[in-house]
């Protein structure tokens, strides 16, 4: 249970950071001339959230805290994604939100994972919300979630390009970058 309780205490702080960095960020942004777009559908990505992490604590505590036999892959693999979380974090600066805010005519980020992906952001939590429940054998936190995160993303995405597309340069930045996958040939 021990193991249990720092992950997920360590996940909880991560999010809280994450959210006092993006306050910080929307406040620059907005003072600078930025607006949000979307806003009608984050209420729905932020009950998500809260409900995957009341969802996994539940699951893990009702079946008992027992590591999944795959562990040292997943928790490889989760540590990974938070160094690439860190390096999109990084790229993007000031620019970074847990909503769609949008600077108009800035010239869009291309540095950091986003020379590989228009979204890489998006792929993390993607793989996180598998991974995270996958550790302690939450398996119905992982298929649910995921499904929900997949239905959410679907609004999400074409709302926040659809902004890039009108107010920035992102059209001509990204014509030649996946949105998911990096490309394998050029």
């Known amino acids: 249970m021990l193991y249990f309780v720092l992950f997920f205490s360590f996940l909880l702080v991560q999010r809280l950071v994450e959210l006092y960095i993006a306050k910080k960020n929307e406040a620059w942004m907005k003072a600078n001339g930025a607006y949000e777009v979307g806003e009608e559908h984050y209420k729905y990505i ?7 992490f009341l969802s996994y604590f539940i699951e893990v505590y009702q ?5 999944s036999s795959w562990f040292p892959f997943l928790m490889t693999m989760f540590v990974l994604t938070q ?3 860190i390096w999109i ?18 010239e869009i980020i291309t540095r950091g994972p986003y020379r590989f992906l228009r979204h890489p952001n998006y792929v993390v939590v993607v793989i996180e919300l598998m991974l ?6 939450a398996y119905l936190t992982a298929i649910l979630f995921s499904i929900l995160n997949l239905i959410i993303l679907s609004i999400r995405i074409p709302a926040e390009e659809e902004a890039l597309i009108k107010l920035t340069d ?12 990096p490309r394998t040939t050029k």
């Open 46 to 52: 932020v009950g998500i959230h809260i409900l995957f």
């Open 63 to 67: 079946k008992g805290t027992q590591f």
């Open 83 to 85: 160094l690439i979380r």
């Open 89 to 106: 974090i990084k790229s993007l600066g000031r620019y970074w939100n847990t909503k769609i805010i949008i600077l108009p005519n800035k």
């Open 132 to 137: 995270i429940p996958l550790i302690f054998n």
């Open 170 to 181: 992102y059209e001509d930045k990204f014509s030649n970058t996946q949105r998911f996958f």
